[in-house]
């Protein structure tokens, strides 16, 4: 039978958090299997998930919350590829609001012949989050799991919608749509991907967070990952920076990580400008800007981001022998059309209707020729 715990006793441990006491990995998860089965009052939820923030995760909370939510919470695939699948999201909750660089560098990497499993959200405490400008350029974001396991066979790519009751039924969107500030969730519900893969680079909000996420990646299964976080004079980015110094710590095959910096010059990449990676007012925007990067048509600044960070992908699948070798195959994907092809493909096949979808995107592209 299902253990359930007292208001009584979840308080007690909430109380063990302010103190500073940590919790062991199965009790991470008894209290995260009472938010998602809605069992504690919202105040109590509420103040258990900031208790745990203030006092900081530890590697097995943060696990024990992941095994809560991939064991009840999510619809399981297993995507049939000739290479290994790969995520690549953030964490979110970062100081400096960007537009949505990740969703690019995926296409881009897909371009590059790496089948991509993305796992992402609506924005919770910016305008446009991953769903929201997918949802915008055609793509299906109410695809329940077997339509996006045809899409990364098919397509090369796909992405799990992990505020939809087709993906995580139970619990998870209702629980993030009614939160707005940092907690482990933002860690444990990225990595909830119901196609479990086992190569990743992930975007964090803090630099502490580099000491502890790759060993998590680990644990629930990763063999190869980069974990990122970027600065942007004194803010921070959950990507690769190109306006300041970047933040790596690498996960080894062998299981060791690896950390190292670099700053644009490293990467022979001019420095850009700050103002040209922030988030835009509209998604609609957002998605014009996508349109416009696929299309060879951005800015330095936003191209060189971008191609950046799936350089990053490049490099962790062998794809290029180094981040810098990633960032110039990035360029050409773009620059010789294979990124924008392999974002139609992936709305024609990521779709119930996939006319529909390539008709939106077609609309946002003859906006953008003008």
């Known amino acids: 039978m299902e253990k359930t715990i007292s208001m009584k006793d979840y308080g007690q441990v ?6 500073k006491e940590n919790l062991s990995k199965d009790d991470s998860k008894e209290m995260f299997m009472e938010i998602l089965s809605d069992k504690q009052t919202a105040m109590q939820q509420g103040a258990f998930l900031a208790a745990l ?23 399981k695939v297993e995507p049939v590829t000739e290479f290994p ?28 012949g790496i089948p991509m499993a993305k796992h992402g959200s609506r924005a919770l405490t910016s305008v446009c989050g991953t769903i929201d400008v997918l949802e915008a350029l055609g793509i299906d974001m109410d695809s329940n799991v077997d339509l996006v396991k045809e899409s990364i066979e098919k397509a090369g790519i796909g992405i799990f919608n992990g505020m939809s009751p087709e993906v995580h039924p139970v619990a998870l969107g209702r629980v993030l749509s009614q939160i707005s500030f940092g907690s482990v969730l933002n860690i444990s519900a990225s990595l909830a991907n119901p196609a479990l893969p086992q190569y990743g680079v992930r975007g964090v909000y803090s630099k502490e967070m580099l000491d502890f996420v790759p060993q998590i990646m680990a644990e629930i299964g ?21 306006l ?5 710590a690498e996960l080894k ?43 060879g048509k951005e800015t330095k600044t936003r191209e060189d981001i971008v191609a950046l960070n799936a350089g990053l992908i490049l490099y962790l699948r062998d794809k290029a022998p180094s981040i810098r070798e990633g960032y110039e195959m990035a360029l050409e994907l773009i620059h010789n059309g294979a990124a924008w092809e392999k974002l139609k493909t992936w709305v024609n096949y990521q779709n119930r ?18």
């Open 222 to 242: 990763y063999k190869r990952a980069i974990v990122v976080f970027g600065e942007v004079g004194d803010q921070a980015i959950d990507e690769a920076s190109t």
């Open 244 to 248: 300041g110094t970047t933040h790596i």
């Open 85 to 112: 699948i790969v995520d690549n999201c953030g964490t979110g909750m970062d100081s400096f609001k960007t537009f949505n660089i990740s969703t690019v560098a995926s296409i881009i990497a897909a371009a590059a």
């Open 53 to 75: 923030s203030a006092k900081g995760a530890t590697p097995a909370e943060v696990a024990g919350s992941f095994e809560a939510i991939y064991e009840v919470d999510t619809f």
């Open 353 to 370: 209707d996939g006319v529909k979808g390539l008709k939106i995107l077609s609309a946002l592209e003859k906006k953008v020729q003008g």
């Open 14 to 19: 909430i109380t063990q958090l302010i103190n």
């Open 253 to 295: 095959e062998d299981g060791s990580v690896e950390k190292y910096t670099f700053n644009p010059q490293d990467m022979l990449i001019t420095p850009g400008i700050v103002d040209e990676i922030r988030t835009f007012n509209s998604v609609e925007e957002s998605a014009l800007c996508i349109v416009r990067l696929l299309k």
